[in-house]
């Protein structure tokens, strides 16, 4: 059985993070599952998303993969912890599962000279107060400031972020409503793996003395040094270059928008129960 790299996220999203890591893993064996049917994990409350991202970290262990990233942002928020703590010793302590807030807020605080931060994230991502946690903890002295952009991801995943009279509305709305929180804000942290798709519209409508960061580059950079200090989990992981796409939903849509995420047609998607 390939013991490949297990990626989650509730939707497509996650594919953004899985492209960073791909292109700097190549050679690793990799199976992406988006529950697409239980989208989106935004606006559920934390038991909910806490049930669904471990039924989801089950069936990946079930397929082989000794190690599962949650490239979602309210997965991690929300489940990463409790799935760490209470379920993997008694699943297998030799499997592992990682998120995405931690990797980004050990660096984000190198990018602001001002020390206040934007995030924008999902309603649950930001009611879950993870990064202003986790910010604190590696740099006690940056501010933290959110605003949650709950029109995003349907935006995105509908297709109407491509027409600029329906997104730049949206999209400007929360960019107001976070800079209104600071003067001083000079890095906005893109915190929902779906948001890289609207960055070019983010990217305009921003100053330029303001820098926006998005999560797939520094999860990549994470997951190498992840690989390089733990050699017993590199050395379980197979090498045959394989990519497995499986939906929870209706995988001729997930193949026809998952090509946007992952720059390049996706040919196989398998919908699977999880």
């Not at 559920?44 to 991202?53: A, G, K, L, M, N």
């Not at 910010?135 to 297709?159: N, T, Y």
């Not at 989990?233 to 193949?255: A, H, I, V, Y």
Request: with cysteine.
């Amino acid at each position: 059985m390939k013991q490949a790299i297990g990626i989650f996220d509730s939707g497509l999203g996650g594919l953004t993070v899985m492209k960073e890591i791909h292109q700097r893993h190549p050679e690793y064996d990799y199976i992406y599952l988006g529950d697409n049917a239980r989208a989106p994990y935004g606006p559920r409350d934390f038991e909910t998303v806490y049930q669904y991202t471990l039924e989801a970290v089950q069936w990946l262990f079930n397929r082989g993969c000794p190690l599962v990233i949650l490239a979602c942002n309210t997965a991690s928020a929300k489940a990463l912890r409790n799935i760490q703590q209470k379920d993997l010793p008694g699943i297998d302590p030799s499997k592992r599962v990682l998120g995405v807030i931690r990797p980004t807020t050990e660096v984000i605080g190198d990018y602001t000279e001002t020390k206040h931060i934007g995030i924008l994230g999902t309603q649950g991502t930001v009611d879950s107060g993870s990064y202003v946690i986790e910010v604190g903890k590696a740099f006690p002295d940056v501010h933290v400031h959110q605003q949650a952009c709950p029109a995003w991801v349907p935006l995105v995943e509908s297709g109407d972020y491509l027409d600029f009279t329906v997104a730049d509305p949206i999209i400007r709305d929360c960019l107001i409503k976070l800079l209104d929180q600071s003067d001083d804000i000079d890095t906005v942290l893109l915190a929902c793996t779906h948001y890289p798709l609207l960055y070019p519209r983010i990217r305009a409508m921003l100053p330029p003395d303001i820098t926006v960061v998005s999560q797939g580059e520094i999860v990549a950079d994470s997951l190498s040094t992840y690989l390089q200090r733990h050699p017993e989990m590199e050395t379980r992981l197979s090498k045959g270059g394989s990519l497995e796409f499986c939906t929870t939903g209706d995988p001729e849509m997930f193949q026809h928008a998952a090509g946007v995420f992952w720059g390049e047609g996706v040919e196989r998607v398998e919908r699977v129960e999880v």
